[in-house]
């Protein structure tokens, strides 16, 4: 067990049965989903022999493979991250993790012996364990969701080069470093050519494609090598589809308008998104020190409006890490301040045409706020409840990120009903 | 349970099993099936299925063609939210009412993928498939008006107009 558990953790927050009574608006499977991506999972011996490893998605732990994650009995993903069990830098002041337990043949979510509600492991696609021609299995070019599928184009974040400049909760800066200037730094553009061949034959199975990747400021001009990467990432994935455009996402550093032009024009691309992180500009340059520094806060918002011009209202989102804002010692030390901001911030965004998602933050190990802790569920399901209200006030549609193409934001998936 | 099957054929049904013939009749698609259900701000959508099946366990899967359809929608709030759907089954002779409980929304992993496959074949190719909704039936009732009207008047033998018992006033 890495995390370290606060055991009075339950006595200072609302339970989840609490929450789910103070919100009956909202759907108890978003409040699970919520939860358990704040939480995390443990799996019982008996769980992991339901595991079949030719039809399940798994990582291994250790020995063990592990789902890499769940599906609720609504179609709901939830994403839990699957740490190793890593000593070092491990998470502290936890909570307990649920359960994933076998009861009555059913695989189920519990909490205090309590069983919360039935689970399915996800299946991966047929393509994964194929190889491409380089012999590379498939599953490491193009990952995926239960329906979609996506790229990760570069594995390495240069904001990782000058020391002190990678976000404060972000685990990529110690897991990409291997990557860091090898051959495969960037994805194969003939390989992730090849899975799409194999995709293609799974018919029902995505509904979307979404790229994203550690950030390149090298260029011409700052960025432009990423632009060129994610060009390419797309004009392959492109070789599979009858028509120019197809749905799909790019989520990356924030391009310029020249750039954001480029990458409309070129390729399939349908929606973009660009992740503020952090809505509140000082904690912005505390937590995300080298994008603050490439591209200050006033900066991303100007590109993001240029975003929702050239993709189209709906078509453009931004995301945050929720929860860090009130990490120590310079967040908000009440919820309500912090809420106060994101809503106010939030609504100026979306009054200019751009749609708003939230991550659930999880304290990833080998982080810098690996000490850190996350605030209370109530705090995610107010958040959760703000954002999709502020997305109906200015109509902005959230097709382009729905439960389908995602399903890790929990104010999206309340605009099923 | 026997009673109320023997029962069916009478027009006098009322259970929580689906008679074999009903079931019979849904999955070779010569009964018309209409799905009810309540959603977000008590809207309440109805729709005739494009597919629906009856399996062993008596779970009928209602096939929702539409992802961004009212009914959809309000599929989701009921699973959600705990409400019940209803859905009538009508054939040549009889109409049955049936309630049920939503268990889950398959839409993703082999089993759906399959049951894709199914619906662009019986379809047609340009058919989506947004979702299987499987729903546990909790009861069946006979709604037909021949069936209705017998048991009204065994039930509620009050419950009429008073020229039905009135004197003739020509005999
Ligand atoms: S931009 Fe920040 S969060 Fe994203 S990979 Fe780089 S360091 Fe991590």
Same mark, same amino acid.
């Given at each position: ?12 927050e609302e339970s989840y049965g609490e929450i789910v009574k103070k919100y009956p608006t909202i759907s108890p499977f978003i409040i699970t989903q919520i939860d358990v ?35 609720l009995r609504d179609?709901t ?22 359960? $994933? ?10 909490d205090?012996?309590q069983?919360i509600d ?12 194929? *190889? ?53 730094? *960037? ?7 090849? $899975? ?18 550690? =950030? ?10 990423? *632009? ?23 989520? !990356? ?67 945050? $890490? !929720? ?10 030390? =009440?919820?309500?301040?912090?809420l ?10 979306? !009054?200019?045409?751009?749609? *708003? ?15 850190? =802790?996350?605030?209370s569920l109530d705090y995610y399901v107010h958040l959760t409840k703000g954002f999709y209200e502020i997305m109906c ?17 929990a104010s999206i998936n309340m605009d099923r009903i | ?36 259900a309540i959603g977000k701000n008590e809207s309440i ?28 929608k309000n599929l989701v709030y009921s699973l959600w939210f705990d409400h019940p759907v ?15 409980k939503i ?69």
């Amino acid at each position: 067990m890495a995390i370290k558990v606060d055991k009075d953790w339950r006595k200072k927050e609302e339970s989840y049965g609490e929450i789910v009574k103070k919100y009956p608006t909202i759907s108890p499977f978003i409040i699970t989903q919520i939860d358990v991506q704040r939480r995390g999972v443990e799996y019982t011996r008996k769980a992991l022999d339901q595991v079949d490893k030719t039809i399940h998605q798994t990582g291994k732990v250790g020995e063990a493979d592990i789902p890499v994650s769940l599906l609720l009995r609504d179609g709901t993903s939830i994403c839990t991250s699957i740490f190793s069990e890593a000593g070092v830098n491990a998470p502290l002041n936890q909570r307990d993790r649920y359960l $994933v337990d076998v009861v009555d043949d059913r695989i189920v979510l519990v909490d205090e012996d309590q069983v919360i509600d039935e689970v399915f492991y996800w299946e991966k696609p047929r393509y994964f364990d194929k *190889l491409t021609s380089n012999g590379t299995p498939m599953g490491q070019v193009v990952d995926a969701r239960p329906q979609r599928f996506h790229i990760n184009m570069n594995k390495y974040c240069h904001f990782w080069d000058t020391p002190g400049h990678g976000c404060k909760y972000c685990g990529i800066g110690a897991s990409g470093q291997k990557f860091r200037g090898c051959a495969n730094e *960037l994805v194969n553009f003939d390989e992730v050519r090849e $899975v799409m061949q194999e995709i293609i034959k799974e018919k029902g199975r995505f509904t979307g494609v979404v790229l994203t990747g550690g =950030s390149i400021l090298s260029g011409d001009e700052l960025l432009d090598d990423e *632009l060129e990467g994610y060009i390419k990432t797309l004009q392959a994935v492109g070789t599979a589809f009858s028509t120019k455009k197809f749905p799909s996402q790019v989520n !990356s550093t924030a391009f310029n308008e020249r750039q954001l032009i480029r990458l409309y024009e070129e390729t399939g691309l349908t929606s973009y998104t660009t992740d503020f992180e952090v809505f509140d500009e000082k904690l912005y340059q505390w937590i995300c020190p080298g994008k603050a520094h490439y591209l200050p806060h006033e900066e991303v918002k100007k590109r993001l409006y240029k975003a929702v011009e050239i993709f189209g209202k709906g078509q453009v989102n931004t995301g945050i $890490v !929720s929860g860090v804002e009130m990490a120590e010692p310079q967040g908000y030390q =009440s919820e309500q301040e912090a809420l106060k901001m994101n809503f106010e911030f939030a609504e100026e965004l979306a !009054s200019h045409g751009v749609g *708003l998602k939230h991550d659930v933050w999880n304290v990833v190990p080998g982080s810098i706020f690996f000490r850190q =802790s996350t605030p209370s569920l109530d705090y995610y399901v107010h958040l959760t409840k703000g954002f999709y209200e502020i997305m109906c006030k200015y109509g902005i549609s959230t097709e382009m990120d729905n439960y389908r193409k995602c399903g890790m934001h929990a104010s999206i998936n309340m605009d099923r009903i | 349970m026997s009673e109320a099957i023997e029962g069916a054929g009478m027009g006098e049904y009322k259970n929580n099993v689906i008679p074999e013939t009903i079931k019979k009749q849904v999955n070779d698609q010569s009964a018309v099936v209409v799905i009810s259900a309540i959603g977000k701000n008590e809207s309440i959508a109805s729709e005739v299925a494009v597919k629906a099946r009856i399996d062993e366990k008596d779970v009928l899967h209602y096939y929702e063609l539409l992802e961004s359809s009212r009914m959809q929608k309000n599929l989701v709030y009921s699973l959600w939210f705990d409400h019940p759907v209803t859905i009538l089954v009508l054939t040549e002779e009889q109409q049955f009412s049936l309630r049920g409980k939503i268990y889950k929304a398959l839409m993703a992993g082999y089993e759906f993928e399959r049951e894709y496959e199914d619906i662009l074949a019986e379809v047609d190719e340009d058919a989506d498939l947004s979702t299987v909704w499987e729903i546990e039936i909790k009861e069946v009732e006979e709604v037909s008006y021949p069936a209705g009207r017998r048991r009204e008047k065994q039930e509620h033998p009050y419950l009429m107009h008073m020229d039905h018992i009135y004197i003739n006033p020509e005999q």
